[in-house]
């Protein structure tokens, strides 16, 4: 009797400890909560949102979302602190890099695609804008090779010598690979580097400059509401380049090897990036929160996002909404 | 639940309102910042191209002067070596020229609003909460659209810290003067001294203590925006911290929140020792 009840507890503390390994109970089944990567760009919030309502509803999982930038949210996707995050650039951050190296964190499906980057200057620059008076200040600057000709059109206040490029804020991977086009086009000593802190301030330069009608050089990429609101022009780069980003859902090893059926729901989910688009748009103009936004997008296109799903999680979803 | 009829949102309407102030005025301020950004670069300039061996030993004059103890004055200057010795020496030299810009303004608008508030309850009733509003408002609030009127860099950097560390010195300007004793100035006062003589002869030098602590606190809490600054763009020890924590790269960070460290013991011991009385520091 004593040796069973032994046995039976090594048993149970066995079983406990492997649960996470047991796959027959799945992960939501088994009470644990899914928690997402509450992250502070627009599409992010978005895809966040709608994935949030799809686990919930549709698969009965306890969601929830923990804020913070997405360096400390990689971070703690690869300690398995959060589960998912849902719009991961892969390649685009050194903290990414080295937990998918060591197998810690997983990149499944392609939930954006045809998201771009590249440097941009407002159109008016190159074409001028007859209904705000503005002359085509630039109307010869098609590529980053032209640029060693106007860098006294982006003139930097602080070093007036020289024009100013804004590169991607501090510690992105992307100012690292920018700082090295500076230096293969030759224009390190027309253009100083310079790198705002911020993803915010970056877009407060962008913006502010183009309400004025200034002229701005600047690193942004697409799809970003930013880029809905304001008509910049990307310039070329050398033949070849090719700048497209790969964006995928991040995972955390654990939830990726423990929650397979919800990981087959992942790989499928997409979005449209003219659909997308549209409703980032929304999102800024009518100033819809990103949560009712995503109730209002799974009413309105169901067509997207039952593809993702099983039939039987898609009657419940569309029962909730 | 808070019922929905009586909520509002005052957020649209100051959405537009920043956005009409940039659309129509945002050249004017561009202006008044391009004056301000020139005095921050060529201060940067001068201290930048100022060879290593010389500043220290400028630092070393003054802190000998101000603290009159040869064991302070040699660690100040071996501290800041250091911070010289792990690279950070340019970096330094940026962050100081920014935060005396900001340590200055801080001073000249700074001292002269302790002076009124101590003379006038009603300033002082108005001025607390504007200070209070000051230093708990989170800084990106006001930063953002600061930087869209005066664009990225240093100016907004300034104007930040400016915001954030000017209120302890005008909170301790205003109670030196108060704290002056009623006796003293009703003695002033029977030999016929002008309002002018009172301040300048009497109130002021009294009140010095209090005043210079309060540059000492703004000089720490400017010292403290260093890393916000740096998220908008301003060069500096801020930015290696920042890359430092973007990156995970622990160590640079460290490193770098030292020098902050260093720089704000170095200028807090000078400044102490400038705000007490002359005999104490003697002794």
């Known amino acids: ?321 | 639940m808070f019922p929905e009829s009586f909520t509002f949102s005052i957020a649209n309407w100051v959405n537009g309102w920043v956005d009409s102030l940039v659309t129509n005025y945002g050249d004017v301020f561009r202006q008044i910042s391009d004056t301000l950004l020139w005095a921050i670069v060529n201060l940067e300039g001068l201290l930048r191209m100022a060879p290593w061996w010389l500043m220290l030993a400028i630092v070393g004059g003054i802190a000998w002067h101000a603290t009159r103890k040869v064991t302070s004055t040699v660690a100040i200057v071996g501290l800041l070596f250091l911070v010289g010795a792990v690279g950070l020496w340019d970096k330094l030299m940026q962050t100081l020229a920014l935060m005396m810009v900001a340590t200055i303004i801080s001073v000249l608008i700074g001292i002269p609003l302790g002076i009124l508030s101590a003379r006038s309850n009603r300033l002082r009733s108005i001025l607390m909460p504007l200070l209070d509003i000051m230093q708990t408002m989170p800084s990106f609030v006001y930063l953002i659209p600061v930087l869209m009127l005066f664009g990225l860099g240093k100016v907004p950097a300034i104007f930040a810290t400016v915001i954030y560390a000017a209120p302890p010195l005008i909170r301790l300007t205003d109670l030196g003067i108060r704290q002056v004793d009623g006796e003293v100035m009703e003695a002033i006062n029977a030999f016929g001294a002008n309002r002018w003589q009172q301040l300048f002869g009497v109130q002021l030098p009294l009140a010095l203590p209090s005043i210079m602590a309060g540059i000492n606190q703004t000089t720490m809490m400017a010292l403290s925006m260093v890393v916000i600054a740096s998220m908008i763009g301003a060069r500096g020890l801020g930015e290696d911290v920042l890359i430092g924590i973007q990156t995970l790269n622990v160590g640079r960070g460290l490193e770098a929140g030292l020098a902050i460290v260093i720089l704000a013991v170095v200028i807090d011991r000078i400044t102490q020792a400038y705000g007490r009385p002359r005999h104490e520091a003697s002794k």
């Open chain 1, 1 to 321: 009797m004593k040796t069973k009840k032994a046995l039976l507890t090594t048993l149970l503390s066995v079983g406990l400890l492997a649960s996470g390994a047991s796959q027959a109970a799945g992960w939501c089944e088994s009470g644990k909560e899914v928690k997402f990567a509450e992250l502070n760009w627009e599409s992010a919030m978005l895809l966040t949102d709608v994935l949030k309502v799809v686990l919930d509803k549709g698969y009965g999982c306890k969601v929830d979302s923990l804020p913070g930038n997405s360096i400390t949210m990689e971070n703690a996707l690869s300690s398995n602190d959060i589960q998912i995050f849902a719009e991961e650039w892969v390649g685009r951050s050194e903290v990414w890099n080295k937990a998918a190296a060591a197998g810690k964190v997983v990149g499944v499906g392609a939930p954006i695609v045809g998201a771009i980057e590249g440097w941009y200057v407002p159109r008016y620059v190159i074409e001028g804008d007859a209904k705000r008076k503005l002359a085509a200040k630039a109307p010869d600057l098609k590529s980053i090779g032209d640029l060693a000709k106007y860098q006294a059109l982006f003139k930097d206040a602080e070093e007036p010598g020289k024009g100013r490029f804004y590169n991607c804020p501090a510690g992105w991977t992307c100012e690292l690979e920018n700082s090295e086009m500076l230096k293969s086009y030759g224009l390190e000593d027309k253009y100083t580097n310079f790198r705002p802190g911020t993803g915010p301030a970056l877009d407060a330069a962008i913006l502010s400059s183009y309400k004025r009608g200034e002229p701005i050089l600047a690193y942004y990429w697409s799809p970003t509401p930013l880029m809905g609101e304001v008509d910049m022009v990307r310039l070329e780069e050398k033949a070849g380049v090719n700048k497209t980003i790969d964006i995928k859902v991040g995972l955390s090893k654990a939830f990726h090897e423990q929650a397979p059926e919800l990981v087959a729901v992942l790989e499928k989910v997409n979005l449209p990036i003219d659909l997308l688009n549209q409703n980032l748009a929304r999102m800024t103009k009518d100033r819809i929160e990103s949560p009712k936004l995503a109730k209002i997008f799974l009413k309105e296109h169901p067509e997207v996002w039952h593809q993702w799903v099983s039939a039987d999680a898609a009657k419940k979803v569309d029962a909730s909404l």
